[in-house]
């Protein structure tokens, strides 16, 4: 992994120096997996959006006519604090040496909530539109994706029904959770199993692409409130899984109380203790 275990049990540390709406003095300690609790208002969600616009320096369209400031600290592989500025475009500075880019890439995906699928008769289209992604994505990401652990998904098809005068196609799902080889339609699913769908190809593609190189899974995603605590409880674990090489950040105001959140770095945004002096 890009960010290895610091002597804290924390992969790497955030600490905010200036920011419009997250409190100046805000220090989170990020591990593998890590849940950001608090309501609206609390700067879990500007957090999330602040980790995607560092690591992939794409500032997002409501960060466009703000200023913020914020140092990581990392362990891996020299102990140098990178700090970020980004004020319309992102910089990094790492010691003296000012950076174009991050200095340790990853694959980052950031699953968010967005209007609900389009109706579109391209299946791509359709999950790339939900996704904020390229139709192209879409389609490495599946072909990338080892669907072993998935929950639901056991395998992905895509069939072209059209070439000319565009590319049209369609996703079959292959499902672990029915006993028939059959594939299901992509459409033919509820609301909530293409929300299962997404996630399961998210996880798959990361589980895939985290052998070879560093990745993360960034949520702020209230679908995930549609799965009910069970299964959500078993995505929980899912995401603990030794074998999941990436790192997953979630941001929720929701606690679920019947989730097992042992080895989860917990953080409570409605409390105090995350800001220190620094």
């Known amino acids: 992994c890009c960010f290895r275990e610091m002597h804290n049990g924390s992969y790497f540390n955030v600490r905010i120096k200036?920011?419009?709406?997250?409190?100046?003095?805000?220090?989170?300690?990020?591990?593998?997996?890590?849940?950001?609790?608090?309501?609206?208002?609390?700067?879990?969600?500007?957090?999330?959006?602040m980790l995607y616009t560092v690591l992939?320096?794409?500032?997002?369209?409501?960060?466009?006519?703000?200023?913020?400031?914020?140092?990581?600290?990392?362990?891996?592989?020299?102990?140098?604090?990178?700090?970020?500025?980004?004020?319309?475009i992102v910089t990094y500075k790492a010691g003296n040496c000012n950076l174009a880019v991050f200095p340790y890439p990853m694959?980052?995906?950031?699953?968010?909530?967005?209007?609900?699928?389009?109706?579109?008769?391209?299946?791509?289209?359709?999950?790339?539109?939900?996704?904020?992604?390229?139709?192209?994505?879409?389609?490495?990401?599946?072909?990338?994706?080892d669907f072993s652990h998935a929950l639901m998904v056991d395998a992905v098809e895509i069939t072209e029904v059209r070439s000319k005068p565009y590319r049209e196609c369609r996703i079959m799902v292959c499902r672990k959770d029915y006993n028939?080889?059959?594939?299901?339609?992509?459409?033919?699913?509820?609301?909530?199993?293409?929300s299962r769908f997404v996630l399961d190809l998210v996880v798959s593609y990361l589980y895939a692409v985290s052998k070879?190189?560093?990745?993360?899974?960034?949520?702020d995603w209230g679908n995930i409130f549609s799965f009910g605590e069970g299964l959500v409880g078993q995505y929980m674990r899912l995401f603990q899984n030794p074998n999941m090489n990436f790192q997953t950040?979630?941001?929720?105001?929701?606690?679920?109380?019947?989730?097992?959140?042992?080895?989860?770095?917990?953080?409570?945004?409605?409390?105090?203790e995350i800001v220190e002096e620094w």
């Open 107 to 145: 694959d980052v995906i950031y699953l968010h909530d967005k209007e609900r699928f389009t109706e579109v008769n391209d299946d791509l289209q359709y999950v790339a539109d939900y996704m904020g992604k390229e139709r192209k994505e879409i389609e490495t990401m599946i072909q990338v994706a």
């Open 18 to 49: 200036e920011s419009p709406n997250i409190k100046v003095g805000t220090v989170v300690h990020f591990a593998k997996t890590t849940v950001l609790f608090g309501g609206n208002g609390t700067g879990k969600s500007s957090i999330i959006e």
């Open 212 to 219: 070879f190189r560093p990745a993360m899974l960034l949520m």
């Open 249 to 272: 950040i979630i941001a929720s105001h929701k606690r679920w109380q019947s989730v097992e959140w042992s080895g989860w770095n917990l953080v409570d945004f409605d409390k105090n």
């Open 56 to 88: 992939t320096s794409s500032v997002l369209t409501r960060w466009e006519d703000k200023r913020m400031q914020a140092v990581i600290d990392v362990d891996n592989p020299v102990n140098h604090p990178v700090t970020i500025t980004m004020d319309k």
């Open 180 to 194: 028939t080889s059959h594939p299901w339609k992509l459409k033919q699913l509820s609301d909530t199993e293409r």
